[in-house]
């Protein structure tokens, strides 16, 4: 269930519902990228430190506001009890940073080539969209992290239809190494479900992408290392006009710097993940191309020009 050949992982997730597959992003951009993970979580060190403006960071850094104690006021709630054994626990789900970042390095991995590729070709669609984009961060202590088997349901509106051709890909890009005591996901392959079933880790090395279906068992566990911590990047992909499946949305934050920057490097195809229509789409005229180099100062608009031709 852990490889790096493309072609078994594309198997493994089509007929067992899960892959890791290792090595997808190089090390070094993960390493790159991660540097400037800082800016939006305290680094483990200072974290386990006991430095309180660290721990107050970690706090209060999510941008996901059904998680934000100080904006939700819901302070009281995310006090949550230290007990044994698997839970939800609202302070599980402390430390989402939501996509777009203040990080053009971390925004381009976002949408990386490989994952991308890798994306398309289990699916077997070239017009797939993004529709999962947020990094999370877990630090050994803020709670204990030990969740029930679970399948995600919180992906769409309607029942899951899990066959070929509708299937869409969960997953996580490790952002650092995933390995035992810091919380690999625990995962049951296709036809076995909770209890009783044997499960396997999920660990692997950063740059590795595990990719689940719906229809997968899993459950996160708790961190137990000392001064242990895991980040990954929520990247989750779904066939384009399968409107029903959703979770983060874009467009609030599309007129903003870090959003700019980003879409201004972006290709047709990478803009498309967003749902962008591609160059000869109806959708655009000359005025409209002229607006989007306008919008996004440094774009290469010769797709777009040359497709008013088609
Ligand atoms: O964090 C993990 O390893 C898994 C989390 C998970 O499955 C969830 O929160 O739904």
């Known amino acids: 269930m852990v490889t790096t050949d493309i072609s078994t992982a594309v198997e493994q997730w089509r007929t067992q519902g899960w892959t890791v597959v290792h090595d997808l992003v190089p090390t070094e951009e993960i390493d790159a990228a991660v540097e400037e993970l800082w800016g939006h979580f305290p680094h483990p060190v200072d974290y386990h430190s006991g430095n309180p403006?660290?721990?107050?960071?970690?706090?209060?850094?999510?941008?996901?506001?059904?998680?934000?104690?100080?904006?939700?006021g819901n302070a009281h709630q995310l006090k949550d009890i230290q007990n044994e054994g698997a839970e939800f626990r609202l302070r599980q789900f402390l430390g989402h940073v939501l996509f777009p970042y203040d990080s053009y390095l971390l925004n381009r991995l976002q949408i990386h080539p490989n994952v991308v590729d890798f994306a398309k070709k289990a699916m077997g669609d070239e017009d797939i969209r993004l529709y999962?984009?947020?990094?999370?961060?877990?630090?050994?202590?803020?709670?204990?992290?030990?969740?029930?088997?679970?399948?995600?349901?919180?992906?769409?509106?309607?029942?899951?239809?899990?066959?070929?051709?509708?299937?869409?890909?969960?997953?996580?890009?490790?952002?650092?190494?995933?390995?035992?005591?810091?919380?690999?996901?625990?995962?049951?392959?296709?036809?076995?479900?909770?209890?009783?079933?044997?499960?396997?880790?999920?660990?692997?090395?950063?740059?590795?992408?595990?990719?689940?279906?719906?229809?997968?068992?899993?459950?996160?566990?708790?961190?137990t290392r000392e001064g242990g911590s895991r980040f990954l990047m929520n990247i989750a992909f779904k066939h384009a006009h399968h409107e029903w499946i959703g979770f983060d949305s874009f467009q609030q934050n599309a007129n903003r710097g870090p959003w700019s920057k980003f879409a201004a490097s972006c290709s047709p195809d990478e803009l498309a993940l967003f749902g962008a229509p591609r160059p000869g789409h109806p959708f655009w005229t000359p005025e409209l191309v002229e607006a989007l180099k306008e919008r996004y100062q440094g774009i290469d608009i010769t797709p777009w020009l040359e497709g008013l031709d088609q």
């Open 132 to 223: 999962q984009a947020r990094i999370w961060g877990k630090y050994t202590g803020v709670t204990n992290y030990e969740q029930p088997f679970h399948q995600d349901r919180n992906h769409t509106i309607v029942p899951d239809r899990v066959e070929p051709g509708w299937w869409n890909m969960l997953g996580f890009l490790y952002l650092s190494d995933v390995e035992e005591g810091v919380g690999p996901t625990q995962i049951l392959s296709i036809g076995d479900s909770p209890p009783g079933a044997n499960p396997q880790s999920a660990a692997g090395r950063r740059g590795s992408y595990l990719a689940y279906r719906t229809d997968v068992w899993h459950r996160g566990v708790d961190l």
């Open 53 to 72: 403006a660290a721990q107050a960071q970690f706090e209060g850094e999510s941008t996901d506001l059904r998680y934000q104690p100080t904006k939700q």
